[in-house]
């Protein structure tokens, strides 16, 4: 089990450390700047897998936490 969990860990970092980033715009907000931070973007392709598969796999790293701590 521990070793599954440390699978899934180490897959949860590099799928985040893929991600756009969307807050690049939030320092143009403290700054001043012309910002799209609170505009209706929707994600498509990569984006959306990538974005997907990291709600995946913190859930079932969350679930497999639990199941390890019992």
């Known amino acids: 089990m521990e070793i599954a969990a440390l699978i899934i860990a180490v897959l949860l970092i590099s799928v985040v450390l893929l991600q756009s980033g969307k807050a690049e715009s939030a320092s143009q907000i403290i700054q001043g700047g ?35 701590s019992i």
């Open 34 to 68: 012309n910002s799209d931070l609170f505009a209706n973007r929707k994600e498509r392709g990569f984006e959306l897998f990538i974005t997907r598969l990291t709600y995946v796999l913190g859930f079932s790293f969350f679930v497999l936490c639990l199941i390890i």
